[in-house]
């Protein structure tokens, strides 16, 4: 079961220091919601609000109907996932992943099912008997996944959980998580200072800064459209060598195998196929225009490049 969360009016406290003040926000039942912004914005110390590790010093929080502000964590049914992975040392991959279902005194049949058909939907079935030692960090991420998803959580709550791995395995493990968040439809707060990693896997992003929720939107929106903060926008260009990056959030909008100098971000062209442009140039080091028609790309000339 996935359920919506609804935050009213939060407050957070050290001292005399507010780090949250007076934070208003809904996330849909089922949705990718992701808190993005820079170091000591506060969105750890929300998502950790939320998961009641920290005190509330005001508001509601609300899982569905519930209210949960005094509810002891164990009993808010959710599943985490740390930057550290947090796997136990101790067992192998079979045994961490059950861990959940056998402390909740769930059958052993039924333990053994459901540990069997999350080691196959996170691909890591063959290494169940492993010990964690013996794992890369991709494969403790998806260990640590699986183990917070057994269990059938109400919410699935991710803390930077990507910011340990060399940046092939982030793009690798960002799309397996979205992936399987669109499988299961839970309901998912994704905490992330990387701006690319939250345009890929994200319904909707808030924008944080200084204890407060800048901006919401969809990740298009949020790129392309009037950009109410200073964390998102940055350049309209980007590096030709990372142009591959973007197609992850840009589908459908064909892009040159090889371009050194500066190109036009593809999010404005998919801007402008969703609009209904038939057509757009795309300028600054590409000189040849890409045809569009409603919706889809139908033909593309050959990139050529500025020297």
Do not use: W
Request: proline fraction near 5%.
């Amino acid at each position: 079961m996935s359920v919506d969360i609804r935050i009213k009016n939060a407050v957070k406290r050290y001292g005399e220091n507010t780090v949250i003040k007076d934070l208003s926000v809904e996330i849909k039942e089922g949705e990718f919601f992701t808190l993005l912004g820079p170091s000591g914005c506060g969105k750890t110390t929300l998502l950790r609000m939320i998961a009641g590790f920290n005190s509330i010093e005001g508001g509601a929080f609300f899982f569905g109907e519930r209210r949960v502000n005094d509810m002891d964590p164990a009993k808010r049914n959710i599943g985490m996932v740390f930057q550290n992975y947090a796997i136990f040392p101790n067992m192998t991959v079979k045994d961490n992943v059950a861990f959940g279902l056998k402390n909740r005194k769930v059958p052993k049949d039924q333990c053994e099912k459901e540990t069997d058909e999350f080691l196959k939907l996170m691909q890591i079935d063959e290494y169940r008997d492993r010990m964690p030692e013996r794992l890369s960090g991709g494969q403790q991420q998806r260990v640590a996944l699986a183990r917070a998803l057994v269990i059938k959580p109400d919410v699935l709550l991710m803390d930077e959980p990507l910011s340990n791995l060399d940046a092939k395995l982030r793009v690798e493990m960002r799309t397996a998580i979205k992936e399987i968040q669109n499988r299961i439809g839970i309901t998912t707060v994704y905490v992330t200072h990387d701006q690319e990693e939250a345009m890929a896997v994200s319904d909707r992003i808030a924008v944080m800064d200084g204890g407060v929720i800048q901006q919401i939107g969809r990740p298009r929106d949020l790129f392309v459209g009037t950009t109410l903060n200073g964390y998102v926008k940055g350049d309209e260009t980007m590096d030709g060598p990372n142009f591959e990056l973007a197609r992850q959030i840009v589908e459908k909008v064909p892009a040159p195998l090889i371009a050194e100098g500066r190109i036009h971000r593809p999010e404005q062209a998919r801007a402008m196929l969703e609009l209904g442009v038939l057509a757009v140039v795309v300028g600054g080091a590409i000189t040849r225009p890409l045809e569009i028609a409603r919706r889809f790309v139908t033909e593309i000339e050959k990139a050529q490049v500025r020297p």
